[in-house]
């Protein structure tokens, strides 16, 4: 089937230094997957940082960045320097868009930290 | 404003009981949808309804029934509640169109005793 393997958390950062989360995917079932990162700040529901349909592309949001890399099936996060308002859980996801990209297939989330 | 409510936030429940889980959208979404993630698991995908109507089940268990008496409820009913059910049940909705990505609920944290 199909699944979705990010870094395990919890990750903790120091204010203004740089966060890679890993996201590796396979997609048996689907040709050509859309990927997602959601996140979710305490308190709060899952909301949608960036999401990239096309492989080679990247998507960016909020100073986040992914590249849709098909080759290494891989969707790996990015920030060059983190806040302390970053801290939340990261959730990796991918969709089928031949089904409408509702019945996602998520990872575990990984937990992230970033102290002052 | 959340445009997605879920009620209630926390439920306790003891074994072999009935609970029902509420969702309202605000968002005019024609699309609403369940998830459910249990302790140190992935989200995984339970239900999607369609203008009122059943579009996937992807839950084994006829113990778990979506209700939806309006376009933007979408209610989860659990029977005979098991210690296995404690997770957090997010509620999703979108426009059923492709590549938009579904916006979620605060989720209801469920703990059955």
């Known amino acids: 089937g199909d699944s979705v393997t990010q870094t395990e958390g919890p990750v903790t950062v120091s204010e203004s230094e740089s966060l890679i989360i890993n996201c590796t995917y396979s997609a048996t079932s689907i040709a050509y997957p859309n990927l997602f990162w959601y996140v979710r700040y305490p308190g709060e529901g899952l909301q949608l940082l960036l999401k990239v349909i096309t492989a080679g592309q990247k998507g960016s949001s909020r100073g986040f960045e992914a590249t849709y890399n098909k080759e290494t099936t891989s969707f790996h996060l990015q920030k060059a320097s983190v806040q302390e308002s970053d801290s939340a859980v990261y959730y990796c996801a991918l969709g089928d868009p031949n089904t409408g990209n509702y019945k996602y297939v998520f990872g575990a989330g990984t937990r992230l930290k970033v102290i002052a | 404003d959340p445009k997605i409510i879920q009620k209630p936030k926390y439920l306790v429940a003891v074994t072999g009981s009935e609970k029902i889980l509420i969702c309202e959208q605000y968002?005019?979404?024609?699309?609403m949808y369940w998830y459910r993630q249990s302790a140190k698991k992935p989200l995984e995908f339970m239900f999607s309804?369609?203008?009122?109507?059943?579009?996937d089940n992807q839950t084994a268990s006829s113990r778990f029934q979506p209700q939806s008496s309006k376009k933007n409820h979408l209610d989860l009913q659990i029977t005979a509640l098991k210690p296995d059910d404690s997770a957090t049940y997010f509620c999703?909705?979108?426009?059923?169109?492709?590549?938009?990505?579904?916006?979620f609920g605060e989720g209801t944290r469920l703990s059955v005793l």
């Open positions: 309804y369609s203008y009122q109507k059943l579009m």
């Open positions: 999703a909705s979108s426009q059923r169109d492709r590549n938009q990505a579904p916006l």
């Open positions: 968002l005019g979404h024609n699309a």
